[in-house]
């Protein structure tokens, strides 16, 4: 079998044409394409003239490719097959698969965590926001450093990277500990991408930073939550007026068949439309008693719609996928979050978007604002390390701490005290897969560790204790008992 250099020559003797290995037998020809190009005129006698631009290295690649032919041609040889175009030319593109995927590819650090982040497109918006937080901090930190981030700068010079990248987060973000282990952790993940993908040859391996293991979270106890409940003070009224320079007025269109009985008609370019009207801080105030009951985090609540609520059954429930893991839940309806979806959804469509729209950062702003006003003054206390200094050891009023983030601990929290499930059916409630991430929502508090005390203690009831316990315990009753307790007292009264 002969095997030479061929190339296709244009009329034009000034264009490039492509270079192939040609691989004649005695009854076949096959060619493989070098991926190199050179004129017309600068191909003679089998191979490209010195005149080539880039001789040498063009000249150092062709040879080179016939090297790894003939290679191949002994190989099948020594295999005792007689070397044929079609066994030589298939035998060079297994050999460049095989290069494929054990050589690693030159892309730039950024080229690659696009190519990331288009392949995660499809995951929860929440696992996507992680990672346009996590690029739009490295892209902060290289402006602030004057270099690129590049592979060599975070897998040859690890110790380097990681210190300037601490020092940047702590002393220009503020960042805590607890955050930027978020973001290394992320990073982490999209270098392992790298090297499974063949971009790098091995992963840096980032060492956790030191936290403060708090045991008690920012959440509102159960009296709480019914105190906000219970408020009305910022509610809208038709012609009242007497509202803060925080508050102003939102308006959500009603189109279901009701929405003539609930909304107020406006008339607009000509059309009637009905109109149902909140203050932002009635939103706010409801939003947050939401997620206290039924244990939503914020980014579910946008995607809630009226159908999300199942009239049928004979326990009524909330039932959405959330939006973080894309994991269905179903939570039963309580008195609150039943009151709320009914003042929501009166007069919209099933399809309809149960809340108004309202973004997360001014959310928890106008959500301080509000327990303030209301007076949320509990002390508690959130430190956090930045580096290896411990800063806000201060108790503060529960309100200057609250966020949106506050209402799924609530819910978890109440659960766990209300004192009738176990851990494992709360987590079926709240959507959490591990028992290690369910219990950063677990708050232990003064008030639980005091009920330690109640072990082995000998009853001496007094007579109030007595009916505190009779009347719990009646509470207990199912309907129909309840009804033979009160028969069997009315034959006492007798």
Do not use: A
């Not at 282990?181 to 840096?204: A, M, Q, T, V």
């Not at 819910?411 to 499930?421: H, Q, T, V």
Request: glycine fraction near 4%; aromatic fraction near 12%; proline fraction near 3%.
């Amino acid at each position: 079998m002969n095997v030479s250099f061929y190339l296709q020559k244009d009329k034009d003797p000034d264009k490039e044409c492509i270079v192939y290995v040609r691989l004649r037998g005695k009854d076949d020809v096959k060619y493989i394409n070098t991926n190199t190009k050179c004129k017309s005129k600068h191909f003679k006698n089998g191979f490209i003239t010195p005149s080539t631009t880039n001789f040498k290295q063009k000249s150092h690649l062709l040879n080179s490719i016939h090297n790894e032919v003939e290679g191949i041609i002994l190989e099948i040889e020594k295999q005792g097959f007689s070397p044929t175009p079609s066994l030589v030319q298939k035998g060079y593109r297994d050999k460049q698969e095989t290069k494929r995927f054990i050589t690693p590819k030159v892309k730039t650090f950024w080229i690659c965590f696009d190519e990331f982040y288009d392949g995660k497109r499809n995951k929860s918006r929440g696992y996507t926001k992680t990672l346009i937080t996590l690029k739009n901090h490295l892209l902060s930190f290289e402006e602030y450093e004057g270099r690129p981030i590049t592979f060599d700068y975070i897998v040859g010079k690890t110790p380097l990277f990681t210190s300037n990248l601490y020092n940047y987060l702590w002393e220009v973000k503020g960042s805590s500990n607890g955050y930027v282990n978020k973001l290394i952790s992320n990073l982490s993940n999209f270098l392992f991408w790298c090297k499974e993908n063949g971009y790098i040859k091995k992963r840096p391996r980032f060492r956790p930073l030191q936290t403060v293991d708090v045991d008690e979270k920012i959440y509102l106890k159960t009296d709480e939550v019914l105190k906000l409940f219970e408020n009305n003070k910022w509610d809208f009224e038709k012609g009242k007026n007497h509202y803060n320079e925080h508050i102003h007025i939102i308006k959500q269109e009603l189109l279901g068949t009701r929405k003539k009985r609930f909304g107020t008609p406006i008339e607009e370019n000509g059309e009637i439309k009905y109109y149902t009207y909140y203050t932002s801080w009635e939103v706010v105030k409801d939003l947050f008693l939401f997620m206290c009951s039924v244990g939503c985090r914020y980014s579910d609540l946008e995607h809630f719609i009226v159908d999300d609520f199942d009239f049928d059954s004979s326990l009524q429930t909330f039932s959405w996928v959330q939006q973080k893991t894309q994991k269905r839940v179903k939570v039963p309806k309580t008195d609150i979050s039943g009151s709320v979806f009914v003042k929501y959804s009166k007069g919209k469509r099933l399809d309809q978007r149960l809340f108004p729209s309202f973004s997360q950062q001014k959310f928890n702003k106008q959500l301080k604002l509000l327990l303030k006003d209301l007076k949320f003054k509990r002390l508690v206390s959130k430190p956090k390390m930045v580096g290896s200094k411990t800063l806000n050891t201060q108790e503060k009023e529960l309100h200057e701490v609250i966020s949106s983030h506050s209402g799924r601990r609530s819910y978890i929290k109440n659960l766990i005290d209300l004192g009738e499930m176990d851990y494992k059916s709360i987590m079926k409630l709240s959507g959490h897969r591990s028992i290690t991430e369910f219990l950063k929502y677990v708050s232990v508090n003064e008030e639980d560790l005091k009920k330690g005390s109640n072990l082995y203690r000998i009853e001496n009831k007094t007579e109030d204790e007595d009916i505190e316990e009779i009347v719990k315990i009646y509470k207990s009753l199912q309907e129909e008992e309840k009804v033979m307790i009160r028969t069997i007292l009315d034959r006492f009264k007798k």
